[in-house]
T-cell receptor, first 115, second 113 residues
Framework: DTEVTQTPKHLVMGMTNKKSLKCEQHMGHRAMYWYKQKAKKPPELMFV???????INESVPSRFSPECPNSSLLNLHLHALQPEDSALYLC??????????????FGSGTRLTVV | AQSVTQLGSHVSVSEGALVLLRCNYS??????LFWYVQYPNQGLQLLLKYTSAATLVKGINGFEAEFKKSETSFHLTKPSAHMSDAAEYFC???????????FGQGTRLTINP
């Protein structure tokens, strides 16, 4: 299995809702990442998990709450989002966070719309 | 800190013509360089990468890139464009021990019939 699987593919939520994005990989990778991508822009790093521990938080607002229950699974919990948070949310993984010559394997993303 | 600059936010070529997408990097230590492709409403797919071995790197879908340290460049080429190559292309840089990739702004490639 050489894929990163993200669910759901599309999500529409109101500003008072709570929802979660899910990311799963079975490649044995020990680093997982959340990126946010606005239209016509490059991906922007949000969080890095290394060996199930949060190692980087790029000053992301607390309405985004990441969770890494085990080495294969990464969640992003959403609460009280704003319309400007509408974007494509990408998950990625790599063997380790410091082994950067690997590059990342990306999932196909969750298209989030906040109404 | 590392950075990449992609010259040209939009490149348009005719089907069968040469594709050249430009990427210049900045890094105080030896870099690792990557090209990713993104089709509409999809994630990023790795095309190829330079990790300090051969300077001419061949990737998927007939693409290749050459690392030129003297020019701090890592341009992406394909001899003959196909309609299916229409997509957004991102150059990215990292270094040993770093925990993240730094992406360029992207180049949208359009193929004219």
């Amino acid at each position: 299995d050489t894929e990163v699987t993200q669910t759901p593919k599309h999500l529409v939520m109101g500003m008072t809702n709570k929802k979660s994005l899910k990311c799963e990989q079975h490649m044995g990778h020990r680093a997982m990442y959340w990126y946010k991508q606005k239209a016509k822009k490059p991906p922007e790093l949000m969080f890095v998990y290394s060996y199930e521990k949060l190692s980087i938080n790029e000053s992301v607002p607390s309405r985004f709450s990441p969770e890494c229950p085990n080495s294969s699974l990464l969640n992003l919990h959403l609460h009280a989002l704003q319309p400007e948070d509408s974007a494509l949310y990408l998950c990625a993984s790599s063997p380790t966070s410091g082994f950067s010559n690997y590059g990342y394997t990306f999932g196909s993303g969750t298209r989030l719309t906040v109404v | 800190a590392q950075s990449v600059t992609q010259l040209g936010s939009h490149v348009s070529v005719s089907e069968g013509a040469l594709v050249l997408l430009r990427c210049n990097y900045s890094s105080s230590v030896p870099p690792y360089l990557f090209w990713y492709v993104q089709y509409p409403n999809q994630g990023l797919q790795l095309l190829l990468k330079y990790t300090s071995a051969a300077t001419l790197v061949k990737g998927i879908n007939g693409f290749e890139a050459e690392f030129k340290k003297s020019e701090t460049s890592f341009h992406l080429t394909k001899p003959s464009a196909h309609m299916s190559d229409a997509a957004e292309y991102f150059c990215a840089v990292s270094v040993q021990g770093a925990q993240k990739l730094v992406f360029g702004q992207g180049t949208r490639l359009t193929i004219n019939p």
